[in-house]
């Protein structure tokens, strides 16, 4: 006899608590794709720069720890990689973090600077279609996908409306756009030549830069380059660190995963997800047991194996799971929808967070399940009657 539509109908009689059931569940698997949302949102967001920079090797202080505290060193050591073989081009890269005004409430917020040479740019036309207007003096380019917080710059550059506004009390006009995102680090971005960010940060030593891009001829070893420049610089002067473009990605995630409590807060929401979902299961299943406990033993007294009545409540347990997900799936859709709308972060369904927290649903049922189904095993037919 195939049990799952007694499983079924077991589930069904009780429709208020099978319904408490779901929703239990569904909270459960919205809080856990909530968490695990957030951080991937959140390493993701971090390491949107870097990705989006050109270059095979990247030139950084030893004594930087992140994009939001990075330190200079001289250029001195970048211009150095210009006579090792294999190497096309060198791109200084300034970064700093200054006060946008806002040119409407006149409020003032904390944006990223990001500048470099214009004859030598970082990024790809694919972010930066057009940079004439940075070649002008205090000219930016400002970041579309920032928060709102900085006022509404997209909106009146795209009416054709003057932007003009300061930043670190410095007046500056906004002479286009580009998209890059926020993320945890940086509300908003800008970017700008090299001459007009030492104008901005009038306090900066001229000659020093915060990260050096590398870009390598086609077919030459980047991993020679960088056993050659961590021999010569890293190892000898010690006043550079050599990373390949994974590396610095690489460097990035390692702050916000260990060096923050960032990371561990939402591992740690992402658990207590996980542990509700199991309470409430076990409770609803514990309860259902309980009910039919007589119907238990009467089934054992028919004849009826304990692995049969096991398998009775680990199909209630699964069934739970699969219904409980569904709803729970579709809303976690939406809210990172709303998410991503509020915060500009790059938070979105993936297929591989899908599936692990379908699995994760599905354990934490049968779990509950494994729980309450010793009540199954003491059900005697002697005792009940």
Not at 193 to 211: C, E, Q, T, V
Request: proline content about 4%; hydrophobic content about 50%; glycine content about 8%.
């Amino acid at each position: 006899m195939f049990a799952i539509p007694l499983a079924w109908l077991q589930l069904k009689r009780e429709r208020i608590r099978f319904l408490v059931a779901l929703a239990g569940i569904g909270f459960a698997v919205i809080l856990m794709f909530i968490q695990m949302g957030f951080q991937d949102a959140l390493f993701d967001s971090a390491v949107r720069l870097h990705q989006n920079l050109k270059g095979d090797v990247f030139l950084i202080s030893p004594q930087s720890t992140a994009l939001i505290a990075m330190r200079s060193f001289s250029q001195r050591r970048l211009y150095q990689a210009l006579g090792y073989e294999g190497v096309e081009s060198v791109s200084p890269i300034y970064l700093g973090f200054a006060f946008w005004k806002n040119p409407v409430n006149r409020n003032t917020r904390s944006i990223l600077a990001i500048a470099f040479d214009p004859a030598n740019p970082v990024f790809g036309p694919e972010i930066l279609p057009n940079l004439d207007p940075i070649r002008f003096p205090d000219v930016v380019l400002f970041d579309d996908k920032s928060r709102e917080e900085f006022g509404p710059i997209a909106k009146l550059f795209n009416e054709g409306k003057p932007v003009i506004t300061e930043i670190d009390g410095r007046r500056v006009t906004v002479g286009g756009l580009f998209s890059l995102g926020a993320s945890f680090g940086a509300d908003g971005n800008f970017i700008t030549s090299d001459l007009n960010f030492l104008r901005i940060f009038s306090g900066r030593k001229p000659g020093h830069i915060d990260a050096g891009s590398i870009k390598l001829k086609p077919g030459a070893d980047v991993q020679k380059l960088v056993n050659a420049l961590k021999r010569d610089m890293e190892e000898v002067t010690r006043d550079v660190r050599v990373l390949t473009k994974q590396e610095f990605v690489e460097f990035e995630q390692k702050y916000w995963k260990d060096s923050t409590a960032i990371g561990y807060i939402f591992t740690l929401g992402a658990a207590i997800g996980f542990v509700v979902g199991t309470v409430i299961v076990y409770q609803i299943l514990y309860t259902d047991v309980t009910d039919h406990l007589a119907e238990y033993a009467t089934l054992k007294a028919m004849g009826y194996k304990n692995l049969y009545l096991l398998s009775v409540v680990f199909q209630e347990a699964l069934i739970l799971s699969v219904l409980g997900y569904i709803p729970g799936f579709f809303l976690s859709v939406g809210l990172y929808q709303l998410t991503q709308n509020a915060t500009s972060l790059p938070i979105g369904m993936t297929t591989a967070r899908a599936i692990l927290v379908f699995c994760l649903t599905v354990m934490m049922c049968l779990i509950s399940g494994a729980i309450a189904v010793r009540k199954v095993q003491d059900a005697d037919p002697a005792d009940i009657f």
